[in-house]
């Protein structure tokens, strides 16, 4: 720029320096020439030139060089998140519960899968009965307790209580009520009682227990194998280092994959258990059986030969025979009860139904004429004399069932006997 000439105008944009008596730089600006504004911050805009005690280096100032600029530092490179592929065994074993928490939704799936795969099945084996009206009567029979016997259904009895559950039964099915319906008609009038629980033993508690018992298992299987991985972090982090490349796994691939398998060794079970239920569902008992009801005999035997004056085991003794078709045995060990307790109707009652099954109405018919002689309004003694008489073709016998009926008019046999005494007429 050339020299300025003292009192020569100055040109726009020159800057003139100068100093003030403070010693400060002034710029002198000709006339009708804008001051300049200051820019954002308290700092002068880029056409202010130099700033105070600073040499003039032209409009722009000073520019450093790219070099000299301040660089942010470099982050570190990503790490693939803690639990997922092999570079973060050992972040995903420290964070366990957020695995869990993960798994939860696919065992809870699960467990509804096993629910409802028990329900299909428990339908398919129980839901699926006979068609013909015999079948149906004695399936429901099946599930009725027979009042005059020891643990026999009114399926298996031949007892004359028996005998009319079976034909309330066929009635109720004529008219067309299903079976849940004719049980709790038993049920309103008997109590819950009269019907016979299934057993909480083999199949069916097999299909209520495993649903339940599939949650907590699973969770324990997963606590193991977590386990199992803390004790080899340190080895799979060292074969991670050796070879990256070659030990890479998907996010989450483990988890679902035993989500998976877990479902289907579910199904392939619940499938096992329907096809096992068909196959064995009406097959005899078998040798295990038969030697468990020894082992019982033999015990109440033994009890019995203990305590020889007593009526009670004897008792017992008579009415597990019964329950197994040995009824000459049955008879000798009621006989021996009631010749230490002539008066035990329970015990008298016992013998004379044990008569009346094998073939001895005879000797059953004066054994129910003193209960009655006791106790009038005994109903089972009531019914099983009626029927003796009426088989013996002898005409107190609609006398007899007339009492009966009064006594015990919602009886299971009612109506048979209405029946019987409207067919004598």
Same mark, same amino acid.
């Given at each position: ?40 911050? !308290? ?27 301040? =660089? ?15 570079? @973060? %065994? ?34 398919? &084996? ?6 013909? $009206? ?21 399926? +298996? ?20 009520? $299903?079976? +849940? ?7 309103? =009038? ?11 033993? !083999? ?13 907590? &298992?699973?969770?324990? /299987? ?42 289907? %060794? ?26 468990? @009801? ?8 033994? /009890? ?14 008579? =009415?597990? &025979? ?7 045995? /049955? ?8 010749? &230490? ?14 008569? /009346?099954?094998? @073939? ?25 004399? !009626? ?34 005494? $409207? !067919?004598?007429?």
């Amino acid at each position: 720029m050339p020299p300025r000439v003292p009192g020569a105008a100055c040109r726009p944009g020159e800057l003139v320096r100068g100093r003030a008596a403070g010693g400060r730089a002034q710029h002198r600006r000709p006339a009708g020439e804008r001051a300049p504004v200051p820019a954002r911050g !308290g700092c002068r805009g880029v056409a202010n030139g130099v700033r105070p005690g600073q040499p003039a280096r032209g409009r722009l100032g000073r520019t450093g060089h790219p070099r000299n600029l301040r =660089r942010r530092p470099r982050r570190p490179a990503r790490r693939p998140a803690p639990g997922r592929g092999d570079a @973060g %065994v050992a972040g995903g074993l420290r964070r366990t519960p957020v695995a869990l928490r993960r798994a939860v939704p696919g065992l809870l799936a699960i467990a509804a899968l096993l629910l409802f795969a028990a329900g299909l099945t428990r339908a398919v &084996l129980v839901g699926s009965g006979p068609t013909d $009206e015999d079948a149906r009567v004695r399936a429901i029979a099946a599930t009725v307790r027979c009042p005059e016997c020891i643990g026999e259904s009114a399926a +298996d009895s031949q007892a004359p209580t028996a005998r009319g559950i079976r034909e309330t039964i066929r009635e109720q099915v004529r008219a067309g009520r $299903e079976p +849940d319906e004719i049980r709790r008609w038993f049920v309103d =009038r008997y109590g819950p009682g009269i019907l016979l629980e299934p057993p909480a033993r !083999g199949l069916g508690l097999l299909l209520w227990w495993l649903p339940v018992a599939f949650v907590p &298992l699973a969770l324990a /299987a997963l606590a193991v194998t977590r386990w199992a991985r803390r004790r080899t972090a340190g080895s799979a982090v060292r074969d991670t280092a050796r070879a990256p490349e070659s030990s890479a796994v998907q996010p989450g691939r483990p988890a679902r994959g035993a989500l998976v398998l877990a479902a289907a %060794v579910a199904v392939a079970l619940t499938v096992g258990i329907v096809m096992a239920g068909r196959g064995t569902g009406d097959r005899p008992a078998g040798p295990a059986a038969a030697t468990t @009801g020894d082992t019982e005999l033999d015990v109440l035997s033994a /009890a019995a030969r203990s305590a020889p004056d007593e009526v009670g085991p004897w008792l017992s003794l008579g =009415r597990a &025979l019964e329950h197994r078709g040995r009824l000459a045995e /049955a008879a000798q060990a009621y006989e021996r009860a009631v010749r &230490l307790d002539p008066k035990d109707s329970p015990a008298a009652f016992r013998l004379a139904f044990a008569y /009346a099954r094998s @073939g001895q109405a005879e000797r059953a018919r004066p054994l129910l004429q003193e209960i009655l002689a006791r106790d009038a309004r005994h109903t089972e003694a009531l019914l099983l004399l !009626g029927m003796l008489q009426h088989e013996a073709g002898q005409p107190e016998a609609s006398e007899t069932l007339r009492r009966f009926l009064e006594v015990a008019a919602e009886h299971p046999a009612a109506a048979a006997v209405r029946r019987l005494l $409207e !067919g004598d007429r």
